[in-house]
């Protein structure tokens, strides 16, 4: 039913400048059901729309049919301090650490857990963090890190301030699964939730998308609104007040993250840089996965569908990929950093998504399409590299520190994400000299999960645990 815009206006004339934004913009389509909707209904959709910027939602739609697989310059693999193989090397690392270390017990390191996204791939509605993932006792990925962050608090006899940035879809739900569980025994003062913007989602020719005769689908801005929402919900005046210098950066989903990272953190102290990120060695050349590069001296993320297949597949001398470093979105920022991003940059940009997203159709039937029908918009926080002068990238061991929970199944999904938690800890004991028994593809027969909170890594293990230990098959620590 086409409604008319000043009848609406009428009815809510504090709303008339948002209305005639609507109307204006060719989306008065979402009030096509206005009679049939209560009036609390109709207020929410009206508050809905009033934050748009319809030419800003038209500029991206715009770019989004623009979109070219492919970049423009003079491509080169960047510097990578790589996973020490030598006494020497290893003799950096110590010297390195020391100096994390002091930065950690000197209070000057927070954390930031990216945690907006919905479980969608995963085909859960709650938050990615709130799954039951650990392989014995199936605490949560929060717990998890929650754990971490207390044995690092526990080691160097500090309190780490935790940000976890949400979004409007799941940032009730998180805040009640904390409450739920006493916020897992820290001050709940410690621990700051904060949303990420959110942006309307559009169909495949720019329309709003509607889920309900009331509601516009609304999606996170990705996770470089952390950027954004760092300033606009005071969340960087508040580290700065609790003397935080920098700024442990990680998504919620990778559960072997090495959360708060000395090694890591001495690196990104040691050489001044203002943004630095951990790296894995690539699986294959056609892993779908962020690659680190170098484009006219300035450092890059590309996804892996804008490398030729030559530059795909390009090898070193030694035999070794070119382009080998995969991201996988862990990172220490300077807060004097992001207050020059402030002061200085542009405004990241967005990049288009089109995905399946089920709506209601003009006939107010919800429609769970089977292909691709809209398009949601994010920023990433690896375009800050762009404005990065100085920066360090460390290669990391994918076994030991990247298993990401994306999928339902398959690859990055709770059932390998739980595997990879056995093997590592599995490999911690065999360095002893337990025996733990493999499969032909090296996983570990049997189930093994460590706390953090009774070893936060191998070397703690090792003084605690019982060098006779005869592995059983099931083993909780």
């Known amino acids: 039913m086409k409604m008319n815009r000043e009848t609406i206006e009428r009815e809510y004339p504090n709303y008339r400048k948002y209305i005639r934004n ?21 207020e929410h959709l009206l508050e809905q729309i ?23 310059g003079n491509l080169a693999p960047p510097e990578i301090i790589a996973v020490p193989g030598n006494a020497a090397e290893k003799k950096i690392v110590q010297k390195v650490e020391k100096i994390g270390k002091d930065s950690l017990r000197r209070g000057e390191v927070a954390v930031l857990t990216v945690a907006g996204g919905g479980g969608t791939r995963l085909g859960v509605d709650v938050p990615k963090g709130t799954l039951p993932i650990a392989p014995i006792t199936r605490k949560s990925i929060f717990q998890l890190h ?4 207390q044995a690092v608090q526990k080691r160097y006899n500090i309190k780490i301030p935790w940000y ?58 990705g996770h470089g609104g952390a950027i954004i929402a760092l300033k606009e919900k005071g969340v960087l005046d508040d580290m700065k007040s609790r ?28 050489d001044r840089a203002e943004m630095s990120l951990k790296v894995v060695k690539k699986c294959h050349p056609e892993e779908k996965v962020g690659i680190i590069v170098v484009i006219d001296g300035r450092l890059h993320t590309i996804e892996y569908s804008e490398l030729s297949r030559e530059d795909m597949c390009a090898k070193n001398g030694n035999g070794t990929l070119k382009y080998n470093a995969g991201n996988i979105a862990v990172h220490m920022i300077s807060l004097d950093f992001i207050e020059k991003v402030y002061r200085e940059g542009e405004p990241l940009p967005y990049h288009a998504a089109v995905k399946k997203v089920p709506y209601i159709d003009e006939n107010g039937k919800m429609i769970n399409p089977e292909e691709n029908n809209a398009i949601k918009f994010e920023s990433f926080i690896f375009d800050l590299l762009k404005y990065v002068k100085k920066s360090v990238i460390m290669e990391v061991i994918r076994e030991d520190e990247f298993s990401p929970v994306k999928n339902m199944e398959g690859e990055n999904s709770p059932t390998t994400a739980r595997q990879d938690m056995v093997n590592l800890f599995g490999r911690w004991l065999r360095n002893m000299g337990i025996s733990i028994p493999t499969d032909s ?3 570990v027969i049997g189930l093994i999960e460590i706390s953090p909170c009774f070893a936060l890594d191998e070397e703690e293990l090792k003084d605690k645990i019982d060098k006779h230990l005869q592995f059983n098959g099931c083993l909780s620590l």
């Open 22 to 42: 609507v109307f204006e913009a060719g989306q008065a389509r979402i009030f096509r059901w206005w009679d049939e909707i209560q009036p609390l209904e109709k």
């Open 50 to 72: 009033a934050p748009f910027d319809f030419q800003f939602i038209r500029k991206l739609f715009n770019a989004s049919l623009r979109i070219t697989h492919s970049f423009c």
């Open 164 to 221: 976890i940035m949400t979004s409007e879809n799941n940032d009730p739900v998180t805040r009640n699964f904390f409450q739920m569980h006493r916020f897992f025994g820290f001050d709940s003062q410690q621990i700051c939730f904060f949303t990420q913007g959110m942006l309307p989602t559009l169909d495949l020719q720019g329309n709003l998308l509607m889920d309900s005769k009331s509601n516009i689908i609304m999606s996170p801005n």
């Open 441 to 443: 593809h090296g996983n």
């Open 146 to 149: 929650a754990e971490k962050i």
């Open 243 to 270: 003397g935080i210098k920098s700024i442990f950066y990680h998504q919620v989903d990778n559960v072997l993250i090495k959360i708060a990272d000395p090694v890591f953190t001495g690196y990104h102290l040691r």
